[in-house]
């Protein structure tokens, strides 16, 4: 069974820190993904990678970064936290971009920025 | 831009009922479809994906279809049960692995 985990599910954070979010997946998938999601807004793209050390901005890229040293773990980090960053963090993967495969969701983390 | 558009935000019905739910996309060159299943507070369940060159895809209760020349998918819901609440979304795919995801339309199906 596919599994994508998301280490922390509720976050409490004050502004100003260093904030970073974990995503394992264990399918062997070559992209990795990092939304937010917020009411009437929907789900936002802040960054991709297609292979490891890869990366590319989504829509949303203003106040994060991230890193994909190893093929199955993407980190979102956010450099300095502030309360418009409060939402729901999705990680996601999904196998090449070249093909019609699912794209996999992790449960969620819940940040908020005091 | 690519917008992709879910109506309504918001449905109920009885228990029993069969519903459709759409989606709609301004642009037609897509690579697949695909629908979800969020529940509260969870991560996205992934129910049917449609490539760009099928016009269904069927799991049990659930069909989904998809019309490209319009930007048109609806996911039917046969005989719609209390556990079938949660919120909808559909997904479309587009080159290079990007993914545009609609608002979701948040099902309550009552006992």
């Known amino acids: 069974d596919v599994k994508v985990t998301q280490s922390s599910r509720y976050l409490v954070k004050r502004t100003g820190e260093k904030v970073f979010l974990e995503c394992v997946q264990d399918?062997?998938?070559?992209?990795m993904f990092w939304y937010r999601q917020d009411p009437g807004l929907g789900l936002r793209l802040i960054y991709f990678?297609?292979?490891?050390?890869?990366?590319e901005k989504g829509d949303i890229p203003e106040g994060y970064s991230v890193s994909r040293e190893k093929k199955e773990r993407f980190s979102l980090i956010l450099e300095s936290a502030s309360t418009n960053q409060t939402s729901m963090y999705l990680c996601?993967?999904?196998?090449?971009?070249?093909?019609?495969?699912?794209?996999?969701f992790g449960e969620g983390s819940w940040l908020t920025v005091v | 831009k690519q917008e992709v558009t879910q109506i309504p935000a918001a449905l109920s019905v009885p228990e029993g009922e069969n519903l459709v739910l759409n989606c709609s996309f301004t642009?037609?060159?897509?690579?697949?479809l695909q629908w979800f299943r969020q529940d509260p507070g969870k991560g996205l369940t992934s129910l049917l994906l449609?490539?760009?060159?099928?016009r269904e895809q069927t799991s049990g209760r659930l069909n989904a279809s998809l019309d490209k020349s319009s930007g048109r998918s609806t996911l039917y819901i046969a005989a719609s049960q209390p556990g079938d609440s949660a919120t909808y979304l559909c997904?479309?795919?587009?080159?290079?692995?990007?993914?545009?995801f609609g608002s979701g339309t948040k099902l309550n199906v009552k006992p």
């Open positions: 996601a993967s999904s196998l090449d971009f070249f093909s019609g495969n699912t794209i996999y």
């Open positions: 399918m062997d998938h070559e992209n």
């Open positions: 990678s297609y292979d490891v050390k890869m990366k």
């Open positions: 642009d037609s060159a897509i690579y697949n």
């Open positions: 449609i490539q760009s060159s099928q």
């Open positions: 997904a479309v795919k587009y080159n290079f692995n990007k993914f545009y």
